[in-house]
């Protein structure tokens, strides 16, 4: 079964440092990896999505995430926080049929 | 193009009544997946539909139902509404069959029981 595990619930960077926030996954097939931001009273907006293309998947905003096979992992990165990148961010995996199954979560705080 | 919909956006029920919330895809997408959010237990899928099968459906309780219309549209209800079901609805739509593509979310419909 597909899961995924996200590190840290909450985050916190300065503008203009960078950030990481933490996605291991699960998964017995090749997985479908996506991360999705929600923005207070809002739904997901989609961030980038990984499908096997290329293991460097660059997304919207800046973004970009790194599929690593050997440690499992899909780790979210930008080179420089923005006041207006708070918000929350979920990783998720394909559990088939348009099923998302999402971690925790991890709220990011950027202080200026 | 329009993005997904749903209405109504703030709903408050009262325990042991029910609830229809209801969600319009993106122009031609034919799937459409419901999902349940609550700081408790996050964000839970409920169920997938696409061309007016359910073919995939979540951990929940017989309560929840869905179905899904000729045009896309899909409602989800809830019946004999408990605390715990309040929370976040939100409900996605895919052009795709499999599950490579990305989902588009609406905006919620944010459902309060007393």
């Known amino acids: 079964a597909q899961s995924v595990t996200q590190l840290g619930s909450h985050v916190s960077v300065s503008e203009g440092a960078l950030v990481l926030l933490r996605c291991n996954y699960s998964?017995?097939?090749?997985?479908?990896l996506f991360w999705y931001v929600q923005y207070p009273n809002q739904g997901l907006q989609l961030l980038l999505k990984?499908?096997?293309?290329?293991?460097l998947v660059k997304g919207i905003n800046g973004f970009e995430a790194e599929f690593k096979k050997s440690e499992t992992s899909f780790h979210l990165t930008k080179p420089s926080a923005h006041m207006s990148d708070a918000a929350e961010y979920f990783c998720?995996?394909?559990?088939?049929?348009?099923?998302?199954?999402f971690g925790a979560g991890t709220r990011l705080a950027v202080h200026p | 193009k329009a993005g997904v919909t749903q209405t109504p956006r703030y709903l408050i029920k009262t325990r042991g009544q029910q609830v229809t919330l209801s969600c319009s895809p993106i122009s031609g997408h034919r799937s459409v997946s419901w999902y349940q959010q609550t700081p408790g237990q996050g964000l839970q899928f409920l169920f997938e539909?696409?061309?007016?099968?359910?073919?995939n459906k979540g951990n929940f309780p017989g309560r929840f139902s869905g179905r899904q219309f000729s045009n896309s549209r899909s409602e989800m209800n809830v019946s004999t509404l408990e605390l715990g079901d309040s929370a976040l609805y939100l409900c996605a739509s895919s052009s795709r069959l499999a599950g490579g593509d990305e989902q588009y979310f609406g905006p919620g419909t944010r459902l309060t029981v007393t």
């Open positions: 990984y499908t096997s293309a290329a293991t």
């Open positions: 539909y696409f061309s007016e099968t359910q073919r």
């Open positions: 998964s017995s097939v090749p997985p479908y």
């Open positions: 998720a995996v394909s559990g088939g049929y348009n099923k998302l199954i």
